[in-house]
């Protein structure tokens, strides 16, 4: 207990700070949950606990805004290990459901996870075309979420169990109107004075927050007309957006740009998967950022191998993207667009969520040897480990 | 992972076991005249003659996967053969050089399990050619004749260093089919790509996706055991197979024969030690050993025993927990079974990773390191090179850098376990496939032309 109120200093490493120059050869001071004092000649508390990682890179702990941590495991054969997919049972308007109810803190992926860096994500519902309310995050120990009804998730695109591209935008703009009319008159809804509303109360209750802007939308696009498309509602009904996905962004890279919708794209995407990604390409990223896009990374809904992100920001990189903007992309930039300010770079005052590498992060040769989550270190030994260790 | 073209989780594009295990619900019978097990193809890969035009690659590093890395060495080719690897070599008259100083060279990757071609991108219905699940036992069946040559995915792949692969068939039965050993490259028809001389290999699957696929249809195997003793029962029938004059050779029962016969290597997906055990002792009971398990996320719990058996194990770097059987999955994986003893090799089973394999082996040797495990870059490449050559029985003439072995080999702008490196060049067989530098080498599939755009 009494190692907790005393501050920790990380010595002799150098800072990628997330957001902002490397800092060679630089002290990191946690002090409680926060980041103290961050720099080259920084004064260590008296009473410290002073850890040389000399040698090591330090980032900001890392974060995936699109993950299905902690809400899909294991598949088919284990079915309760999964949330909101392929269930029609739900429909498809699922404004009201909230992943922060569902999300398992103690999912087998989560320690694996950790071991590659990441430290809070943005955990996603997935299903029908309005799929429900993602969560904030933390990935400590007890941890667990930090923020309960970040954004709510729509997505469009071509055929699946949601029915048609038509349809899905068909009711997307449906019940937005149902939620405009419900929140200009809420009085005549109780009192069943208006006409029939297709979304639930408390799905009503949640898009009409989308349309004050009190709560985000999140479009799941990839299909360049589709973006434009989502673009067109996001201005009509004056949505504080975000587009995850956009594997054809680049076709439509002005258009978002002048939008000042932020992204979140998977850097591994390049494969023509389906009719809706023919021009998904390597430099989708690099494109999007070049025309003045705010760009986030995620690997879209990943779970088990969660830790490829560190790599994907590496696959970025060497696709043209910017080498700092790319830690931003996996830091400080999901955390800003999503409103965790204090999350996501090493500065003081922000959240202590810090990763310490023997190498560069980006590469698969690299590891982390240290985690600390809101200023407590993290053991890093999984389950992995430990069937390694009785069976090597 | 794709299941009826939702995305479930898992990195997009993924086409892991589970995926391919289920049957598209436009999968249609295959051409009735395909005689699946019959004859030998004639191999018509357009290779360069043995004593045409002499390449040198000139004061690169050079990993060759059957020794250290050589730095500031040569890898002298003529026509379609590597003549020579090592310092300061006499290139022969009119020979062409290539300036290689800073860059590394490799031998060309082989991804020994791969569902390119026969699951294609775009992932359609229309374009799902992996698995017969019309019946558990399909070994007549020959990965080759669903094998889409212009899968826009070959490109790609190519592009990350692969020259050859091993295309199967599904999982989604106990005997899926024959694979096809295939050197990667632009043809018309997929029997131009075939590796002149390469085994027959057998297609097999046990655990979750077998009795999924046909329990659910309340039809056998419907457990585990069932999936046993239905095979067990299937070698029985082959190896007492004899022609019958009058009914003409049953292609299927043929071609199990030869799998009894020890002539067609088993490739068997399976992912549990238990498993994997108890298959090996079932064939056993026939006198057959496996090639190699394929998947095997939990092969390190039994590497002795693998490595006893002289059977290989074909696995991933960080693929685990997507399905219950997968659970045990540990990054250490390929160094514990290397470290053994075991014919080990990284595969991808998915249009993403291929592209991918020499950072899954740095991943994997990472991993391996970070386990106290003594492994180095060496044995690393041979999971990528060497190994898998050997899974697929070409290992005499592929998959590694040495005088004699087919020219098949990749120019990495550095250092090819790191993340930023790219493949520069690619050759097949002493022939040009692929340069970063010049598109028209590879260019788009008929699939692309005309619709890929360029910014």
Known sequence: ?392 | MRVRGVQIFAVAGACFALACALPSPAARPGRESAPGGAGSPAPVKATAEPDGPALLFRGASVMTAAGPTLERADVLVVGSKIRAVGAELQAPAGTTVIDAAGRWITPGLIDPHSHLGVYPVPSLPAHSDGNEATGPFKPEVRALESFWPQDPGIQRAVAGGVTTILALPGSANLVGGQGATLHLGRAIAASEMQVAGAPKTMKMACGENPKRVYGDRNQPPDTRMAEVAMLRQELEKARAYEVDAKKGTEYGIAAMQSVVRGDTLIQNHCYRADEMLLRLEMFGEFGVTPRAFHHAVEAYKIAPQLAAAKVGAVVWADWWGSKIEMLDGVPANAAILDAAGVRVSLHSDSPLDIQRLNQQAAASLAAGLRAGIKVDRERAIRWITANPAWILGIDARTGTLEASKDADLVVWSGDPFSIYTHADLVYSGGRKIYDRADPSVFPPTDFELGTRLEP
């Open chain 1, 1 to 392: 207990m009494i190692k907790l109120l005393l501050a920790v200093a990380l010595t002799g490493a150098t800072l990628h700070t997330g957001d902002g120059k490397p800092i060679e050869n630089g002290t990191v001071i946690i002090d409680g949950d926060r980041i103290g004092a961050v720099g080259k000649n920084v004064q260590i508390p008296p009473g410290a606990e002073v850890i040389d990682v000399s040698g090591s890179i330090i980032t900001p702990g890392l974060v995936d805004a699109n993950s299905r941590l902690g809400t899909a495991e294991f598949g088919t054969g284990a079915p309760s290990t999964v949330e909101g997919t392929l269930d029609e049972k739900y429909g498809d308007l699922r404004a009201a459901l909230r992943v922060s109810d569902t999300f398992n803190p103690r999912a087998f992926a989560i320690p694996i996870a950790r071991e590659g860096g990441i430290t809070s994500i943005l955990a996603v519902p997935r299903g029908g075309i309005v799929q429900g309310q993602s969560a904030w995050i933390d990935l400590s120990d007890g941890g667990g979420i930090r923020r309960g009804r970040v954004a709510v998730h729509v997505s469009l695109g071509g055929e699946n169990e949601a029915g048609s591209r038509s349809r899905k935008f068909m009711r997307l703009r449906e019940v937005l109107e149902d939620a405009r009319l419900f929140r200009a008159n809420r009085g005549p809804y109780i009192q069943n004075r208006l006409r029939v509303l297709a979304p639930s109360a408390e799905a009503l209750e949640v898009l009409a927050r989308a349309l004050d802007r009190e709560i985000k939308v999140v479009f799941e696009v990839d299909r360049a007309p589709d973006i434009r498309a989502a673009l067109a509602i996001i201005r009509e009904q004056e949505l504080d957006a975000v587009l995850v996905g956009v594997e054809e962004g680049w076709l439509a890279a002005k258009a978002i740009a002048d939008a000042k919708v932020p992204v979140l794209v998977d850097p591994y995407a390049n494969l023509p998967e389906d009719f809706d990604r023919l021009q998904a390409r390597l430099d989708n990223a690099a494109l999007l950022a070049k025309a003045g896009v705010k760009v986030a990374f995620t690997l879209r809904g990943e779970s088990t191998r969660a830790g490829r992100l560190r790599f994907g920001a590496g696959i970025a990189v060497a696709n043209g993207f910017d080498r700092e903007a790319a830690l931003a992309a996996i830091t400080s930039v999901p955390s800003d667009i999503f409103g965790m300010k204090d999350e996501g770079r090493i500065r003081p005052g922000a959240r202590a969520n810090l990763a310490v590498w023997n190498g560069d992060p980006f590469e698969p040769m690299s590891w982390a040897t240290r985690l600390f989550i809101g200023g407590k270190e993290i053991d890093l030994r999984t389950r992995q480990d430990l069937l390694t260790e009785r069976y090597r």
